[in-house]
T-cell receptor, first 109, second 112 residues
Framework: GQQVMQIPQYQHVQEGEDFTTYCNSS?????IQWYKQRPGGHPVFLIQ?????EVKKQKRLTFQFGEAKKNSSLHITATQTTDVGTYFC?????????FGTGTSLTVIP | EAQVTQNPRYLITVTGKKLTVTCSQN?????MSWYRQDPGLGLRQIYY???????DKGDVPEGYKVSRKEKRNFPLILESPSPNQTSLYFC???????????FGPGTRLTVL
């Protein structure tokens, strides 16, 4: 089935540093979604990207969808302790959702 | 308030003892899913349902059953649980095909 690869698996940053997680697919995606899961919580939808080359911003978070619609990234500027959690990308294809393995972000105060 | 509820939140059981995890949504969504989450593997879709009486296998359906007799409910059934089904389970409801997924709070299942 569809595979969505996500790197890195873990990232530790000092508070105030930037953070980026990357999502890659071997096939063209119709869209890509991003979710955040706080420790002990459930995934919460952040955003959906649909268009080739699309860039969307939510405060300190910047989401990009690649020109070929095979990759995506989430960049957080100047991380805060509230950014702690696991970030997942997800693709919908063939009536199914496929999640990346997630990037666990630790922010050191 | 729009929400997805799951019960129970925690369950410890023994091998072979049938169990059901309930899931209910109040958003009138057609598409619902069950996922299991395991360390290093992310979320894997077990089963999904595109509408009432329509269910399909996801990536890891072995050992699980589902039913969708009414739009709001999508129970997950483990007829004969085994230790390799110890995991964190999430139900999700989706507004529109491929749209935003709303997740339940999760059910942590331990099979001894």
């Amino acid at each position: 089935g569809q595979q969505v690869m996500q790197i890195p698996q873990y990232q530790h940053v000092q508070e105030g540093e930037d953070f980026t997680t990357y999502c890659n697919s071997s096939t063209t995606l119709s869209n890509i979604q991003w979710y955040k899961q706080r420790p002990g919580g459930h995934p919460v939808f952040l955003i959906q990207l649909v268009k080739s080359g699309e860039v969307k911003k939510q405060k300190r978070l910047t989401f990009q969808f690649g020109e070929a619609k095979k990759n995506s990234s989430l960049h957080i500027t100047a991380t805060q302790t509230t950014d702690v959690g696991t970030y997942f990308c997800a693709a919908f294809t063939g009536n199914q959702f496929y999640f990346g393995t997630g990037t666990s972000l630790t922010v050191i105060p | 308030e729009a929400q997805v509820t799951q019960n129970p939140r925690y369950l410890i059981t023994v091998t072979g003892k049938k169990l059901t995890v309930t899931c209910s949504q109040n958003m009138n969504h057609e598409y619902m899913s069950w996922y299991r989450q395991d360390p290093g593997l992310g979320l894997r879709q077990i089963y999904y349902s595109m509408n009432v009486e329509v269910t399909d296998k996801g990536d890891v359906p072995e050992g699980y059953k589902v039913s969708r007799k009414e739009k709001r409910n999508f129970p997950l059934i483990l007829e004969s649980p085994s230790p390799n089904q110890t995991s964190l389970y999430f139900c999700a409801s989706t507004g529109g095909r491929g749209g935003t997924q709303y997740f339940g709070p999760g059910t942590r299942l331990t099979v001894l």
